[in-house]
């Protein structure tokens, strides 16, 4: 299974990039690839992408989520044909999933333009973690007290970033559940 490190957009928000599969070899049948993302030097979300054996899905895991996303092929000019993951919320083509679902579907906007409120309690929850001297990661434990710092401070700081996960959590699971709702019910994620 190929390691693929990328040096993400400052967000550090998941995502599964169709080109990245293909440069890494990872779009034939059987194939995993793990795509890490950082956010201020740490790797913050790990997301799994395995081709079934058709090639017409991949399943793609991220925490305790795992779907599968259909994929399609577009004739290139010069030759050879182009993968692209087809959306399971709006079924339009896609380069990039966040990491089930499209840019459009999942809120992301682009940087410069307002971001989905659960996207901004990721970073947010994120921020608060590196600032308690945590990885960022959102699949670890809370960190502990810092050296050195008040108990009441870090009893805040550590309330702070309980809200912030749970607006995330929150934030995400109300997106998948729209796409569960709009997606074939034979094919629910697993
Ligand atoms: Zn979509």
């Known amino acids: 299974m190929p390691a693929i490190s990328r040096y993400a957009t400052p967000e550090g928000l998941p995502e599964v ?12 049948p059987g194939t ?53 993951f087809l959306c399971p919320c709006c079924k339009r083509r896609a ?17 410069s333009q307002r971001e989905a409120p659960h996207h901004r309690a990721i970073r947010k929850a994120q921020k608060l973690r590196i600032r308690l001297g945590g990885s960022g990661n959102m699949m670890e434990p809370l960190p502990p007290r810092p050296w050195g710092m008040w108990d009441r401070t870090y009893r805040q700081r550590i309330d ?19 796409w569960q709702d709009a997606s074939d019910p034979k094919r629910p994620p697993v």
């Open 32 to 84: 995993s690839a793990v795509l890490t993302k950082r956010y201020a030097g740490q790797i913050v979300c790990e997301v799994t992408a395995t081709m079934q054996a058709d090639c017409d899905e991949v399943l793609i895991s991220f925490g305790d989520r795992m779907a599968f996303v259909g994929l399609v092929y577009t004739p290139q000019r010069l030759g050879g044909r182009r993968a692209w």
């Open 160 to 178: 702070a970033c309980r809200r912030a996960d749970a607006r995330s959590l929150t934030g995400m699971s109300e997106v998948l559940q729209r």
């Open 17 to 28: 990039d169709v080109r990245t599969l293909k440069r890494s070899g990872s779009l034939r």
């Open 95 to 111: 380069a990039i999933l966040y990491p089930f679902v499209c840019r459009r579907c999942s809120g992301i906007t682009y940087p």
